[in-house]
């Protein structure tokens, strides 16, 4: 039966792009909190102090897993059409990422996302807004929602749990009084289905993009 490679083997076969996959493989299987310095160590099979030979702490390795996150699908990938199109197609790159990768949520809740690997998206959005026709400072504001929608949404309704929280909506509107709260009973079932899904997240996509279009215009 094979030896496992010492640590100092495995150092020096090792990159700080290693180290950061293999943060994301730990975070995508076990999720945001089981994500820590000695966890990604065990990963690899090396000590856990190895690892500070990459990365001086854990905020400096997200950095790195964010960096791995996006450079599997760049938002330079986006292809022609209108503005809008391009805007859209832009947006859903980005929650395509974190549907492959939930965990990179709890990421951006806890430190802002401001290297520049991760930073293309942004390269990307203002661009795409700037060539539209809007000033700097309603572009960066633009890019700003739609990226504060995208993460929003992503936090607030994981696709993993829409059928549990629609169906937690339905038991807490089905329990209130009518006469205390008519308009959410009367929608009990519109109230639930607007709590994730593809739907809810293309009309509110679809909302966003109706009213810069509509300042565009002005």
Same mark, same amino acid.
């Given at each position: 039966m094979p030896q496992p490679s010492p640590p100092t083997a495995r150092r020096a076969r090792l990159s700080r792009e290693d180290v950061a996959a293999a943060a994301l493989a730990v975070l995508d299987r076990e999720g945001f909190d089981s994500l820590s310095m000695r966890r990604v160590a065990q990963e690899l099979g090396v000590g856990t102090m190895t690892l500070y030979g990459y990365f $001086?702490?854990?905020s400096e390795l997200l950095d790195a897993v964010m960096d791995a996150a996006v450079g599997e699908r760049p938002p330079a990938a986006v292809g022609g059409g209108g503005w809008r199109e391009q805007l859209e197609a832009l947006v859903l790159t980005a929650r395509d990422n974190l549907l492959r990768h939930p965990g990179l949520v709890q990421i951006r809740v806890r430190q802002p996302v401001l290297r520049p690997e991760a !930073? $293309? /998206?942004a390269e990307a959005g203002m661009r795409i807004l700037g060539e539209a026709g809007f000033e700097p400072a309603e572009a +960066? #504001? +633009? /890019? #700003? !929602?739609l990226f504060t929608y995208t993460f929003g949404f992503a936090a607030f309704s994981p696709p993993d749990a829409a059928g549990e929280h629609r169906a937690a909506a339905r038991v807490a509107i089905a329990s !209130? &009084? &009518?006469e205390h709260y008519p308009a959410l009973t009367a929608a009990a079932e519109e109230a639930a289905a607007a709590m994730g899904g593809e739907e809810a997240f293309r009309y509110g996509l679809e909302t966003v993009l109706d009213g810069l279009e509509a300042r565009l215009g002005s």
């Open positions: $001086r702490d854990k !930073l $293309r /998206f +960066a #504001r +633009a /890019f #700003r !929602l !209130l &009084p &009518p």
